[in-house]
């Protein structure tokens, strides 16, 4: 599986941006995709994630601001980020998890769960 993301770019504060990953390869039976996003000097932190069932996961911190979605063909992931802030800013990556253990685990956003990583989408934050 190849996962590619598309979409980035630079926005101005209160501003929205959909960015895309495109999910080449046959998905697994069970399986979490995810969004997750690293700032310079940062952690990487998860922003977004659905599982194989449909069930949608975000972290308390980000509810409400930003939507992950994926389409009937199961081939493109999206994740709509709505008033965007300054500390938003940073390179976003789609990220795949596989098995049964990974759609239980989709909401805990562990980075070090995931075997699978698209290169990265850059988003600036500034007006």
């Known amino acids: 599986v190849h996962l590619r993301e598309s979409g980035g770019g630079s926005v101005q504060p209160g501003g929205s941006l959909t960015l895309s990953c495109v999910v080449s390869g046959v998905l697994p039976e069970d399986y979490c995709l995810a969004w997750f996003r690293q700032a310079p000097g940062k952690e990487r932190e998860g922003v977004a994630g659905?599982?194989?069932?449909?069930?949608?996961f975000h972290p308390d911190s980000l509810k409400g601001r930003f939507a992950i979605s994926q389409d009937n063909a199961k081939s493109t992931l999206a994740l709509r980020a709505n008033n965007l802030e300054p500390g938003d800013a940073a390179t976003y990556y789609c990220?795949?998890?596989?098995?049964?253990?990974?759609?239980?685990?989709?909401?805990?956003?562990?980075?070090?769960?995931?075997?699978?990583w698209g290169q990265g989408a850059q988003v600036a934050v500034s007006s």
């Open positions: 990220a795949l998890d596989v098995g049964l253990r990974a759609r239980l685990r989709c909401g805990r956003f562990r980075a070090i769960d995931y075997s699978y």
């Open positions: 659905l599982n194989s069932r449909g069930e949608a």
